[in-house]
């Protein structure tokens, strides 16, 4: 044995150690990929002796090579077995090879459980340590929650290293394995007040991160942290409660207004740049949240806003960049404060770092119609000077984004954005074609006014289209050819000569251009075509209109070829059609009307969200099969379809529905009514800049005239800016006109006894457009339903740490579950700690049953405005009495209930069909004076809790005081009280917390009391009314969500019982029907194919319940499988009654 | 969070990779390379902070990273993370490098990556910053290496047994295993290498603390 060892130990000797593979890696320059190779060869030999020392050495040197890419997966096995030496030497390499490699799907990794486990409970703080870093990269979800318990143990360690890592890696625990973090949530709350500096910065960091995801469930936390904030020292525990306090207070104002203040003193007086940024940030997430109602508002932006510029103008560029970012915030709320610092910002985009350019260019969103132009410019020059490609598209985007915000809200003259865009058009190399091309066709469709001149341009455009799409390289640009060509052919009554827009069009060149565009090419040729024909057979210029239609017929055949379908197909079409026409022609026959009316009709802008926003019809059900499928297998055959739908996506234009010719004529008649009223449409003034010379305010002509035809002719000239230039003429003649008029207004009136110190301001209102600019507004279906919800994705890992501690998991798509304390949504944190504060307590697993009521009555929302003063004059009782404000009122009230419940259901997005409202309340007990409703529900988190919430109406016209609620406790529910708080500013009837469920599966029956006084004017009597608590097992399910691949799992898994039952007689429909058990059974729906539904629910103590619903002609039978058959029979029990009430 | 923290020189060559989310090998270098394709090509003087790091996570991240020298020190995080912190902790462990090699050159990452990954443990977790006293981080690392230097103790006697043994029968071998110890427990840099011997200056920033 010892010969054995020393023998390792030699040939360990021997072997190369990982200074030597590093050597000779670099001594291998020229054959590294072979000398590796070798290594590794090498490497397995070793991991085959039974020596640790040289199986460490080898699992060391791979480690080095996974860091060079080479997969060391395979040794895996290996890997754990360094592991587990019992020297920490080598463990640590173990660990250290697990934590680079291990993930997982490495599936060795279930063998480390106990190896773990045993390092966790080590006498040396380093094997623990050790042990605590390297899971802390790999660990697993069955490690998370196999590890869970030794892990909390080690947050109370006696040493400080090892209670700081456990601390932290309970965040990986609780993200693998969300079970976890409620038992282990008191703990780390404890921490907070460790008194290791490291410890407390540790739990601070793990409930950051925690909360950064579901701020709402932290709110609690918020004293302590403010605590914590004011007095601690350690910057970098400032820093994460500072940027934890910017993640609550969007969710709670009350918070932000504490915060200011002690948030404004940090910023005066830290010295330390990054504790300064983020208290700046804070304060601006605080005002953002903060409704303006604040007086001292303007002086914290203000702040802001000059710290921030004190970090923009530091040297240091990663100040600078901080301080744009900040900014941008600001930007969002109060743009008026960061207008303020245009200068700065426009100096910022001269800036040598790309970082800031791009920083500073988010800020350019705060313009206005002044200053559009006077950026854009200046953006466009950036554009000519920036080189990389990435900033360069980032400034178009931005161009275009900030031009067409808001509607195009500042564009004040279209033509000098149509320039812009066609001068975009010549960057080389850009991504954005399509924007532009989007750009172009939007404008021209939306702004009728600037048709004639956006054709102009884009027949320039389509005549120069070779210098576009000349080289590989600009295919992106060639985008806008595809705008061009359709502009041009849809507003082809503009075009000033059509025949050369259409021989442009029909060039050989056209088919290098890619398929979708040259289709639009093809399709928007007939339509030119259809132009120029009427327009020469008005003229009966026979002659021309036959050599139109030669021309096609001999040119179309080059797109026939096209190896593109849609553009063959369209192009054979056309080709066919043409002939037609062509023989028509021959034959002297007048063709134009014909071939024109294949166009006629006036497309309209429709909203992108359109589509989804038409309501369906009553009585269609869109999930209904039309004809029963025939097989499983066709589902297969959708792939073909898919090729298409990119192209669809991107450029199919909806046209607008046949409108019948009435309808036409009367349009027709309207634009023609339009275009006459409109200026420029004045058929006589050949360039529509003639407009501006035109105008009064003659004694400012200006002294270049520029003649505009010229150069929208020669590509390659920029006349954005010439556009510029006559803005800035045309504004300073309108200022000129409006002072005179005012000169002239004010002479009349008085004579100079009051002086406009600010003559020559304008603001954004002065300024009017150049043309009576009329932008189309997107069409909506009629009765469009209102915004639809964004869902928050469903894969986001950290959804499932949404735990809050009293509401259950989000199940948006599912029917909702009523919620019992949307009430309490807007209560102070400090209220929100008794949940937590319950936690606490010494024996965690033993959890209590709470209990909980409310006064619900309607008129009780009236009354809380009263209450205050009666508070003063029965200060001394603890409980509130109840007063009915009317007598009429109180009984002919609704049900209140019902309108509880119904609210809900309205808001459930799946459904088809409006629900009939449907209340889970059921009549608990009634008497002359009282009527109590109940509802009792479970939730997930607690699982041996149920909620009861108890709706009291007063039905007397008396008051009702010292209201007491008793229930007798019973062999497994009891009552107890808590200690004399009430948690909820309800009528606090002082409640009690019922008990430990100790089983489920049966119905359980809980008797109670409830006493009060009554006093109306004749005296007070006291009263009592018994009522009877029934827990169905239905109230102990909870509507969880359920995947249909996680359900399929869960049937197959086999270890749940079946039972069944079957309900005749029913003649709801189906989908009412599931929706009751939704409802009324806690279900949700995981899958539903005709009148087959399968449906999932989860006990609070985590039995699966699965159910098989099916429809029969006049009988629904409903298949059961549940983890526990008790439960199953008696929850079937309970669903038949539902159902035989359908 | 902080996603992955790497170091590379000026050529691209990894001296250390750490990624707290798992990655394929693959996927690992590519996103090495494209990292340092996007932080090498900027100047001297430009801020700290870059975006678009495309591989590693989306929008909400950012690459934080410092040049010495040789060496890029490259952080990538999340927005829960601050900025300015971020880059006094890349100062922390830069200077705790300088104080457990002495005077830290990049040849000591090279051959010692190995000890780079335990420095690096004891300040960041899993991707969560543990501990950013430099004092504290020192203190632990140098009790760790005295508990492992009092481990190889056995391994040098066993040495001993060893060279008897080898007198006995194997002839060449002492000289080769003397050096091999050597190298293990004194690392001792071997002078044919030529690049990168440039220490790397820590420069004095303004601390965080």
């Given amino acids: 044995m010892a010969l054995k060892m020393v023998k390792g130990s030699i040939d360990r000797m021997f072997d190369k150690n990982l200074q030597d593979l590093v050597r000779g890696i670099r001594n291998h320059k020229e054959d590294e990929a072979k000398y590796i190779s070798q290594c590794i060869d090498e490497i397995k030999q070793e991991l085959k002796q039974d020596n640790i020392a040289v199986k460490a050495n080898a699992v060391c040197k791979l480690t080095y090579l996974q860091m060079l890419g080479y997969d060391i997966s395979w040794a895996a096995f290996n890997i754990i077995e360094v592991m587990s030496a019992s020297k920490f030497t080598f463990k640590r390499i173990g660990y250290l090879a697990a934590s680079q490699c291990f993930h997982e799907g490495t599936d060795v990794i279930m063998l480390t459980t106990n190896q773990i486990r045993k390092d966790l409970s080590s006498p040396s703080q380093y094997d623990t340590g050790v042990a605590l870093t390297g899971l802390s990269c790999f660990v697993t979800p069955d490690l998370a929650r196999d590890l869970a318990n030794d892990i909390m143990t080690l947050m109370s360690h006696t040493k400080p290293y090892i209670r ?16 976890s973090l409620r038992p282990a949530f008191p703990r780390l709350k404890e921490k907070l007040e460790d008194p290791d500096p490291g410890v407390q910065s540790a739990a601070v960091n793990v409930i950051c991160e925690l909360a950064r995801r579901n701020p709402k469930n932290y709110l609690s936390l918020a004293p302590l942290f403010f605590k914590l904030m004011t007095s601690s020292t350690n910057n970098w525990v400032l820093i994460k409660i500072i940027k934890l306090f910017g993640a609550l207070t969007p969710l709670e104002p009350r918070l932000g207004k504490k915060l200011i203040e002690p948030l404004t003193n940090l910023i005066h007086s830290t010295s330390a740049m990054s504790l300064l940024y983020e208290c700046v940030n804070t304060v601006i997430a605080v005002l953002i949240s903060l409704s303006s109602g604040m007086p001292n508002h303007s002086a914290s932006i203000q702040l802001c806003v000059q710290k921030l510029r004190i970090l923009i103008e530091d040297s240091d560029q990663n100040l600078k960049y901080l301080g744009l970012l900040a900014m941008s915030k600001i930007l969002r709320t109060h743009p008026k404060s960061v207008q303020a610092h245009k200068d700065l910002v426009l100096q910022c985009l001269d800036d040598k770092d790309e970082s800031i350019r791009l920083r500073a260019l988010d800020l350019l969103y705060g313009v206005s119609k002044k200053n559009l132009m006077e950026i854009v410019k200046k953006l466009m020059t950036h554009v000519d000077k920036a080189e990389g490609t990435t900033y360069r598209d980032e400034l178009l985007t931005k161009i275009i984004d900030i031009c067409s915000q808001s509607n195009y809200q500042h564009i004040t003259n279209f033509e000098w954005y149509i320039s812009i865009l066609v001068e975009l058009t010549r960057l080389e190399g850009t991504r954005h074609g399509h924007l532009i091309a989007a750009q172009m066709l939007d404008v021209a469709i939306r702004v009728k006014a600037i048709r004639r001149f956006a054709v102009a341009q884009m027949s320039a455009l389509l005549d120069s289209a070779h210098l576009v799409a000349s080289s590989p390289q600009r295919s992106g640009i060639c985008e806008v050819l595809y705008a061009a060509a359709w502009i041009c052919g849809e507003f082809s009554e503009h075009l000033q000569e059509p025949q050369q827009t259409l021989e442009a069009m029909l060039r050989p060149k056209v088919t290098t251009l890619p398929g979708h565009i040259q289709a639009v090419y093809v399709q928007n040729v007939v339509k030119l075509y259809a132009a120029i024909l009427q327009q020469k057979e008005q003229a009966a210029d026979v002659s021309a209109a036959q050599e139109v239609t030669q021309l096609l017929v001999e040119r179309l055949p080059q797109f026939v070829q096209s190896a593109d379908l849609e553009v063959q197909e369209r192009a054979s079409c056309i080709l066919q059609l043409v002939k037609h026409v062509q023989k028509l022609q021959a034959k002297d026959v007048p063709v134009a009307e014909e071939v024109s009316a294949l166009f006629a009709g006036e497309l309209n802008p429709v909203a992108p969200k359109a589509q989804k926003k038409v309501p369906v019809p009553e009585g269609l059900d869109l999930d209904a099969w039309i004809n029963e499928p025939l097989s499983d297998s066709e589902s297969e055959d959708e792939k073909p379809k898919a090729m298409f739908q990119d192209e669809e996506q991107r450029h199919a234009k909806p046209r607008a529905p046949e409108a019948d010719e009435q309808e036409l004529a009367r349009r027709r008649e309207a634009r023609r009514q339009e275009q006459a009223n409109n200026p420029f449409y004045i058929k006589s003034s050949p360039s529509p800049q003639k407009r501006y010379q035109d105008a009064p305010g003659v004694e400012h002509i200006p002294v270049v005239q520029i003649d505009l035809s010229v150069p929208l002719k020669v590509p390659g000239m920029p006349l954005s800016d010439q556009y510029v230039k006559l803005e800035e003429e045309r504004r300073h003649r309108q200022r000129l006109e409006k002072d005179k008029r005012k000169k002239k207004k004010r002479e009349r009136e008085r004579r100079g006894t009051r002086r406009h110190s600010s003559l020559h301001t304008e603001s954004d209102e002065d300024i009017a457009p150049a043309q009576r600019v009329d932008i189309v507004t997107e069409e909506m279906p009629e009765n469009a339903l209102p915004s639809d919800e964004d869902d928050k994705d469903p894969n986001d890992p950290y959804r499932a740490l949404d735990i809050d501690l009293d509401k259950p998991l989000a199940d948006s798509e599912k029917l909702p579950v009523q919620k019992h304390r949307n009430a309490e949504t807007s209560k102070s944190p400090e209220k929100e700690d008794v949940p937590l504060m319950e936690k606490k307590s010494k024996k965690p697993k033993k959890k209590e049953k709470k209990h909980k009521e409310k006064e619900r009555e309607k008129k009780k929302k009236v009354e809380k405005v009263e209450k205050p003063s009666k508070h003063k004059k029965k200060k001394h009782k603890k409980d509130k009495e109840e007063r009915p404000k009317d007598k009429r009122k109180s009984k002919k009230k609704v049900p209140p209930t019902d309108e509880e419940a119904a609210e809900p259901v309205e808001n459930g997005t799946l459904d088809e069909e409006p629900l009939p409202p449907m209340s889970s309340y059921t009549l608990l007990a009634e008497n002359s004076y009282i009527k109590m409703t109940y509802d009792v529900q479970g939730s997930l988190q607690k699982d041996s809790q149920v909620t009861v919430s108890v709706v009291l109406e007063n039905q007397s016209d008396s008051f009702l005081k010292s209201m007491e609620l008793n229930v007798l406790d019973s062999l497994n529910a009891r009552l107890a009280r808590p200690e004399g708080s009430s948690v909820h500013d309800g009528v606090p009837v002082p409640f009690q917390l019922p008990p430990t469920i100790q089983s489920i599966v049966m119905a359980q029956k809980l008797k109670g009391t409830l006493s009060f006084i009554a006093k109306n004017d004749e005296g007070s009597t006291h009263e009592k009314l018994d009522f009877k608590l029934h827990f169905t097992c239905t109230s102990y399910l909870v509507t969880t969500p359920c995947y249909s691949d996680a359900f399929a799992k869960l049937l197959e898994s086999g270890d749940l019982s079946m039972s069944s039952i079957k309900v005749d007689g029913i ?24 009148s087959c539904a399968s449906m999932y629910s989860r006990s609070i103590q985590g039995h699966h319940v699965c159910l098989l619903v099916k429809k029969g002609e ?11 058959p008790t439960l199953l029979s008696n929850l079937l029990e309970e669903m038949k009654e539902t159902l035989a009430t359908c | 969070m902080i996603k992955a923290i790497l170091i590379f020189n000026n050529h691209g060559k990894p001296r250390l990779s750490k990624f707290y989310q798992p990655y394929s090998e693959d996927t690992q270098q590519q996103i090495i390379r494209e990292t340092f394709h996007l932080v090498s090509k900027r100047d001297e003087n430009v801020c700290n902070f870059l975006e678009g790091g495309l591989l590693i996570g989306g929008s909400d991240n950012k690459l934080i990273y410092r040049h010495y020298a040789t060496l890029y020190f490259v952080f990538c995080v999340d927005s829960s993370e601050s900025e300015l912190g971020i880059l006094d902790l890349i100062q922390v462990f830069v200077e705790t490098l300088d104080k457990c090699f002495e005077n830290v050159c990049e040849l000591d990452l090279i051959f010692h990556v190995d000890k780079v990954h335990n420095i690096l443990a004891e300040m960041v977790m899993g991707g969560m910053v543990l501990e950013t006293n430099m004092n504290e981080i020192v203190t632990q690392i140098d ?17 001993c047994i060893s060279q008897d043994f080898s007198q006995a029968g194997l002839a060449g071998a002492p000289a ?23 220490s790397i200056k820590v420069p004095n920033l303004p601390s965080f603390k």
């Fill in chain 1, 164 to 179: 700081k890592k456990a601390v932290l890696i309970m965040y990986k625990v609780f993200l693998k394995y969300p079970e």
């Fill in chain 1, 1067 to 1090: 003649s709801m429909s189906f989908h009412n029907l599931l929706a009751k058990i939704c409802f009324h059974h806690r279900f949700s729906v995981v899958e539903r194919v005709d």
């Fill in chain 1, 1114 to 1124: 006049k009988s629904v039978s409903v298949d059961g499988k549940c983890s526990d």
């Fill in chain 2, 143 to 159: 009790a760790q290496n005295k508990l492992e230097k009092s481990e190889l103790i056995v391994y040098t006697g066993l040495f």
């Fill in chain 2, 176 to 198: 080769r295993a003397v050096s091999a110890v050597k190298n293990m427990n004194l690392p001792e840099i071997p002078r044919n290498i030529n690049i990168g011997d440039i």
